[in-house]
């Protein structure tokens, strides 16, 4: 018998509460994850759009506080230039709209430009790297522990379904907020270090919960659609192909049904797309001014798509204990 | 002394089909063998006892606590090595083991020393650090046995715990279970296939068919034949020793080459014996009582089961 080999002992020491298991599963998850050079690679890029966005305020601050006329409208006409502003919503955002607007109510235009690139971050930069980070992590999450079985291990010990269920979707939020509102709310703590003094606050003050807001409502029903995927099938490659099949063919059936067949980009078709859904809530929550239908729509689309996502994943995870 | 499992007319049914048919029974603290035919239920038993699956109708306690209500709290102080190889994938042998340390509630730190401690036991080596689908069929069994031990428990529920070793990890395993029985006091539900397993480490056997009880009591009782009797090995011919003893009033129920079976308990003839031994000048090389063997109980179990069905 080896020197270190002490045998058999109890173990006398203190146990936590049941109520935070999840959590364990939760950082097992995110280290993992985190194993992934891909991942890594994917946040790197995730970031760089908001330290551009971070220049444009750098940008907007100058063009405050400078008072030579032409210098401070050469800044304006660049950084509304280099604001693209949301889709359809260019008579709003756009420049000369936005010159207009500055020029009359002058304390206002700070919430407009600041609410303007964050729309721009949720809407046009972000889901381009939420798609292949998700369609990285997630589909292994749930079809690894079908095919090894694990699920006799987590379930013969103190957790619960509703808690290995929830630890896994923490480990998913955790790395779409690493993306959503972690970027987002850097910048505007640059626009606040930015500017001239904290009296700000009290016109953009609104927009760190907004950006909460808008980031669990990207990140719950994805991470619940994505592990959804992973639950119904043993091979985590199809639940990649899902994943990014829903996205893909998703918005090019809402782009030629909406526009193509019926010609009117408001119709509701266009939210067979999720990149629709998603962009119409971020913008309704981020700028209520900016948004172009009613709110009500996509999020009663995303509270339905999260419904049945749990709903089938618990039904799949319950499944292997029931033979 | 409490009963570790007791159950109370527990039925449980996969819509038309019955899985456990109002199961009866007590178990005692110990080693159990708990046997069966593929179907008879005993995965379904162990299932309802983790509070994987609910019951139909009936109840229950184990371990002092009732069965389906306080279930986090059973499966805290229940160890279960599932028969099925099952792990968790991308995982090294020790950060599985710190991971099940770690959802039974203990910290980090203490989860990963009592991780080693457990290996060390169960006897795994370096593979520890490699992860566990690498390992073959031997070192995951070994892991599942320190996975299942790893937080402490009271109650040990084992399925198939030395299908797939070799001989002298068998013999170790059967050992680490009489040890952790002995002197930890950790009751053994031991469900297997392998008979002489059973008979190496129980003190209990319970054998369902069908979904039901058919056979439940200690090992000392089950294999005590109804009717006492003892062979005998002798070293010369033994139908002149036969014929000895039976003129002297023994009753002798079978004769071959070298044995004999006698009817009664050894110590009422052994005077008789070694006199017919000194007379014939030959040599008693044995005398053993006469017992049930563990697998004609359980083909006896299996053919009711059988007759009951047809």
Known sequence: ?323 | MPSLIELQNLTKKYASFTALDSINLSIAPGVTGLLGPNGAGKSTLIKVLLGLVSTTSGSGTILGLPLGESTQELRSQIGYMPEDDCYINGLTGIESMQLAARLCGMDRTEALRRGHEILDFCGTRQERYRPVDTYSTGMRQKLRFALALVHDPKLLILDEPTTGLDPEERDAMLNRIRILSRDFSISVLLCTHILPDVQAVCEHVLILGAGTVRVSGSMQDLCRVQTPRFHLRVSGAASEFSERLQSRGMVVLETTADSISVLGQPEEHSTWIWQTAAELGQIVRSVTPAANSLEKLFLEAVQETEHGHS
């Open chain 1, 1 to 323: 018998m080896a020197i270190h080999n002490l045998g058999y002992r109890h173990c006398e020491g203190r146990r936590q509460s049941h109520r935070t298991r999840w959590l364990v599963l939760t950082e097992n998850g995110i280290r993992r994850a985190w194993a992934s050079a891909w991942l890594r690679r994917m946040l790197f890029f995730a970031w760089l759009p908001s330290v551009l966005m971070g220049f444009m305020i750098f940008l907007y601050e100058q063009s405050e506080s400078t008072d030579d006329p032409f210098t401070r409208a050469f800044i304006q006409m660049g950084t509304a230039l280099l604001e693209p502003g949301g889709q359809g919503n260019m008579q709003a955002s756009g420049m000369l709209g936005y010159l207009q607007q500055k020029n009359e109510h002058p304390g206002e235009t700070r919430h407009l430009f600041w609410s303007s690139l964050l729309l721009t971050l949720f809407r046009r930069s972000q889901p381009f790297i939420l798609i292949p980070m998700l369609g990285v992590i997630t589909p292994p999450m749930i079809s690894q522990d079908i095919r090894s079985r694990a699920f006799l291990l987590y379930f013969s010990r103190p957790l619960s379904r509703t808690q290995y269920v929830v630890g896994k979707l923490a480990t998913v939020i955790f790395y779409v907020l690493l993306i959503t509102l972690m970027p987002a709310l850097m910048l505007f703590c640059t626009g606040l270090l930015l500017s001239p003094d904290l009296s700000v606050l009290s016109s953009t003050g609104d927009l760190p919960l907004r950006i909460l807001l808008a980031s669990l409502l990207i990140a719950i029903p994805a991470a619940s659609l994505s592990l959804m995927l992973s639950s119904l099938t043993t091979e985590s490659r199809f639940a990649g192909f899902a994943w990014f099949a829903i996205w893909i063919f998703g918005a090019f059936t809402a782009g030629i049904l909406s526009n193509s067949t019926w010609g009117d980009s408001t119709s509701p078709l266009k939210y067979l797309s999720l990149f629709e859904v998603f962009s119409e809530v971020a913008g309704s929550i981020l700028d209520p001014q900016l948004a172009s239908s009613r709110v009500e729509e996509p999020v009663s689309i995303l509270a339905v798509l999260t419904a049945v996502s749990l709903a089938v994943l618990f039904r799949r995870i319950s499944a292997p204990m029931q033979v």
